[in-house]
């Protein structure tokens, strides 16, 4: 992979509209579906709604929206009848990830990781109600262990609690049963 900047990538100095380079987009359903989505974030990430992005499709759903969390844009639409499942996976640096983790828990989510050091900094996972998988990097913590990856070492030692917990949220993670 090359590591210089690419030319072939926008600079966010050309974007307008507060868009990044990359902006994700997750395509929710399950309880209350993208609607409910948007409140989740906003309960949780203190998230806020792009109003003119909203946009309703004839059959009533969710065709497009964003939610600003932070410097970024997490761009919504429900998932359409028939579409397969396919969670998410979004990684944000947060300030207080205790804080956020609790706003997680008391929006209805489920904790995958407990806040755990990880690599100079501290890491938490939560799995939402519309199955989608968060991680949550906090800043830097410098009497967090920096620790390397050694997949021999891990194999013979058993995983770490941090290694344990995704990989058995990942193989238990189905689509969600309410639209």
């Given at each position: 992979m090359n590591s210089s900047t690419s030319s072939l990538i926008t600079p966010i100095s050309r974007l307008t509209g507060g868009y990044g380079s990359l902006n994700p987009f997750a395509a929710v359903s399950g309880p209350?579906?993208?609607r409910a989505f948007l409140e989740f974030l906003g309960a949780v990430f203190d998230a806020v709604e792009t109003p003119e992005a909203h946009a309703v499709d004839t059959d009533g759903l969710l065709i497009h929206s964003e939610a600003r969390i932070g410097d970024s844009c997490l761009m919504v639409v429900d998932a359409k009848p028939g579409w397969p499942f396919t969670p998410a996976l979004l990684q944000v640096n947060v300030e207080d990830p205790h804080e956020v983790l609790r706003r997680a828990r008391n929006s209805g989510a489920r904790v995958v990781t407990e806040v755990s050091p990880f690599y100079g900094s501290t890491i938490a996972r939560f799995l939402d109600p519309w199955h989608n998988v968060w991680w949550l990097f906090g800043p830097e913590d410098d009497d967090a262990p920096a620790l390397e990856w050694?997949?021999?070492?891990?194999?013979?030692?058993?995983?770490?609690?941090?290694?344990a917990t995704i990989c058995r949220a990942m193989e238990e993670l189905s689509p969600p049963t309410d639209r």
């Open positions: 209350g579906g993208a050694d997949p021999e070492a891990a194999a013979q030692e058993g995983e770490s609690d941090v290694h």
